[in-house]
Nanobody
Framework: QVQLVESGGGSVQAGGSLRLSCAAS????????MGWFRQAPGKEREGVAG????????YYADSVKGRFTISQDNAKNTVYLQMNSLKPEDTAMYYC?????????????????????WGQGTQVTVSS
């Protein structure tokens, strides 16, 4: 049984930082595609960052480029999202996702429909 468990969310002031973790079980992240998504109330789920774990190729939404970093620890079977310079508009539920397929563009990695496995989410709240 595949499980993705997110952690690390919380409440911070604008300009602060958080690091989200996504621990996978029943699934090896190496040679997979991993993504972080977020969904704010009343809005559609949007891709934030993607990672082709084989090769460590990363992709980011324009709204988070230069502020967020996706990374992997194969020994821990865990993917991270380091979020710096947080803004109130970053407030959302953040989800980790995984799939065995992969594309060759940021568009592909940031599409929720391309991912098969999802975590339960972790809330991030940024106050001004």
């Amino acid at each position: 049984q595949v499980q993705l468990v997110e952690s690390g969310g919380g409440s911070v002031q604008a300009g602060g930082s958080l690091r989200l973790s996504c621990a996978a079980s029943g699934y090896t992240i190496n040679s997979a595609s991993m993504g972080w998504f977020r969904q704010a109330p009343g809005k559609e789920r949007e891709g934030v960052a993607g990672l082709r774990t084989y090769g460590g190729i990363t992709y980011y939404a324009d709204s988070v480029k230069g502020r967020f970093t996706i990374s992997q620890d194969n020994a821990k079977n865990t993917v991270y999202l380091q979020m710096n310079s947080l803004k109130p508009e970053d407030t959302a539920m953040y989800y980790c996702a995984a799939t065995s397929g992969y594309g060759a563009s940021s568009w592909w990695f940031l599409q929720p429909g391309h991912y098969y496995y999802w975590g339960q989410g972790t809330q991030v709240t940024v106050s001004s």
